[in-house]
């Protein structure tokens, strides 16, 4: 009778090196299609693959001895140049394909100025990331990660099993991201508040006068919040193979929000560059536009309602925390 083979469990190191090279991979491939800029989708894919490489790197900070060669600043640099040369893209999609069919006259020629001068913005803002991508620094910087993908080096909690570290991993994050007063923004209550915020709901039956600034107060801690969010989800989806629907049904959550509090943000990033172009408010000159962008700020607003409630319900976050700190011994074939 032949013995039975015991397989050890699996280590978090080995899991982080899979990790970070699948991270690297997916980096790395859009570099020549971003670098031809025939089509926007590559920059965009390669501004994400970034973001999930650096999400890889500090998850995993604890476990990964890295060489000094790897400069966080280095890292942050080149995902700065992606993020102004995707944001301009953005800009320049929403204006032709949301706005500009909307658009006649008077309003539709201001429109037709504002996208060419975006476009040499777009021309200068790519030539930067262009001489990034060639930069010494950044040449150098992913030789170094590829020799250590090679020979990769570790401190000694690498070899503990995966399952017994993960939720180590993403608790913090995790805590820091429902600890957010951003939660509470428009709630019936908020803490310090003398009075109640009116509700999104409440503001679009019309109960509330809007006006974009009540919105515009509360921009930069909806930012923050949005910028959390994707941290938190990029970093949990790292860990996906070791938890169950439920844990995906949150990434889903996390993913909505991020897109939620996106259009929020889009509004007002949309909103500041026309106002510079134009030097003057919106509502004088592109009343159209301004109309939309209040639209889209409302409709996010009422997409907001239920999974903000969702998130602040104590319920809710009880059975999270009991689920990231529960994984599978392995992750799932």
Not at 98 to 122: F, M, N, V
Request: hydrophobic share 40%; with cysteine; glycine share 4%.
């Amino acid at each position: 009778m032949s013995a039975s083979v015991v397989q050890a469990p699996l280590t978090v190191g080995s899991y982080a090196h899979a990790v970070i090279q699948k991270q690297f991979q997916r980096l790395f491939m859009q570099e020549s299609a971003v670098l031809e800029d025939l089509d926007p989708e590559p920059l965009h894919q390669m501004r994400v693959a970034m973001r999930r490489l650096r999400a890889a790197l500090y998850t995993f900070s604890a476990v990964v001895r890295w060489p000094q060669e790897i400069a966080v600043q280095d890292i942050a640099k080149t995902a700065r140049r992606l993020g102004k040369a995707r944001d301009l893209d953005v800009l320049q999609d929403s204006l032709t394909q949301d706005y500009q069919p909307l658009l006649h006259g008077i309003e539709q020629d201001q429109l037709q100025t504002i996208l060419k001068s975006l476009q040499t913005q777009r021309k200068h803002c790519f030539s930067d990331l262009k001489k990034t991508l060639k930069s010494d620094r950044y040449l150098a910087l992913k030789q170094t990660l590829v020799d250590w993908l090679a020979a990769p080096t570790f401190h000694i909690l690498s070899e503990l099993p995966l399952s017994a570290v993960v939720p180590d991993l993403v608790l913090p994050s995790t805590s820091r991201l429902l600890l957010d007063p951003a939660w509470w923004i428009g709630r019936d209550w908020v803490v310090g508040a003398s009075e109640p915020n009116p509700t999104p709901s409440a503001l679009l039956q019309g109960q509330q006068p809007f006006e974009l600034g009540q919105l515009d107060q509360h921009q930069d801690a909806l930012h923050r919040l949005r910028k959390q969010v994707k941290g938190v989800r990029y970093q949990a989806e790292l860990f996906t193979d070791l938890y169950g629907q439920s844990y995906r049904d949150y990434l889903a959550d996390l993913k909505r929000i991020q897109n939620i509090l996106g259009q929020i943000q889009d509004c007002s990033v949309l909103d500041d560059f026309l106002v510079n172009e134009l030097e003057t408010r919106l509502e004088d000159v592109m009343p159209t536009v301004a109309r939309r962008l209040q639209q889209v700020q409302l409709q996010a607003w009422q997409a907001w309602q239920p999974i903000q409630q969702r998130f602040i319900n104590p319920e809710f976050r009880q059975t999270l925390r009991s689920q990231l700190i529960n994984p599978r011994p392995e992750p799932t074939p």
